[in-house]
């Protein structure tokens, strides 16, 4: 399809168990987020790629969270060892243009994946 | 994380009728932008605004850029069912790469 792209769409683990969210973005596009919402919250970003590059990862919550691109287009999130706070939709968006430039907001999200962590 | 405030954190209007919302920030922002999201969605923009004092339609909607850039305004006019969903504002510095999100709107439209 023409737009963003993510699976699974719901992923439900055990507590300790590791997930891998995969996120394929708009083909062409050079910017690649990941955000997570929880319940009744806005998105909150996670990380950022431009091609295949991780130029900011401040907003990963703890060192159990790693996420890669390493061909500069298919992004993968992984989450080890999954704790209940962990449960939120994650969110992908991809953008045709370098993060940091004025028209970047014109992002472009995928469906999310909900991760229920029981 | 530093969120953008949004309130009510719901609203319910009549068919027909006009809706306000607004969203401020103690932090100044460069663009503002409006999402809306439908369930099982992602975000999907609205309006972007980048200019203090700004305002810019689409469609029925308008919103506008604050001119002290800590506050935007997105107004609905004539709803209809469809505008049913979660309204978020954002905002975006360009010192980093992020979007700063309010925790959004629900929106409810009695016909």
């Known amino acids: 399809g023409a737009g963003v792209s993510q699976s699974p769409r719901y992923k439900v683990a055990k507590r300790g168990q590791d997930v891998a969210l995969r996120c394929d973005p708009i083909?062409?596009?050079?910017?690649l987020f990941w955000y997570q919402q929880a319940l009744g919250q806005g998105p909150e970003f996670l990380t950022y790629?431009?091609?295949?590059?991780?130029?900011?990862k401040s907003g990963l919550p703890s060192d159990r969270f790693f996420a890669e691109r390493p061909e500069g287009s298919v992004s993968t999130l992984k989450i080890q060892r999954t704790q209940q706070e962990d449960s939120a939709v994650y969110l992908c968006?991809?953008?045709?243009?370098?993060?940091?430039?004025?028209?970047?907001?014109?992002?472009?999200f995928g469906s999310g994946t909900q991760l229920s962590v029981l | 994380g530093q969120q953008l405030n949004q309130s009510p954190q719901s609203m319910f209007i009549q068919e027909g009728e006009d809706v306000s919302m607004n969203c401020t920030s103690s932090?100044?922002?460069?663009?503002w932008l409006w999402y809306k999201q439908d369930p099982g969605e992602g975000p999907v923009l609205l309006i972007a605004?980048?200019?203090?004092?700004e305002l810019t339609s689409n469609g029925r909607l308008t919103a506008q850029f604050g001119i002290t850039r800590k506050d935007s305004f997105l107004n609905i006019s004539a709803s209809i069912p469809s505008d049913v969903g979660i309204y978020f504002c954002?905002?975006?510095?360009?010192?980093?790469?992020?979007?700063?999100f309010g925790k959004g709107i629900t929106l409810s439209v009695r016909p």
């Open positions: 968006a991809s953008s045709l243009v370098a993060g940091n430039s004025a028209t970047n907001e014109k992002l472009f």
């Open positions: 083909s062409g596009h050079v910017s």
């Open positions: 790629f431009q091609n295949e590059a991780q130029l900011d």
């Open positions: 932090s100044i922002f460069n663009t």
């Open positions: 605004l980048y200019k203090a004092g």
């Open positions: 954002a905002g975006f510095t360009g010192a980093n790469s992020k979007l700063t």
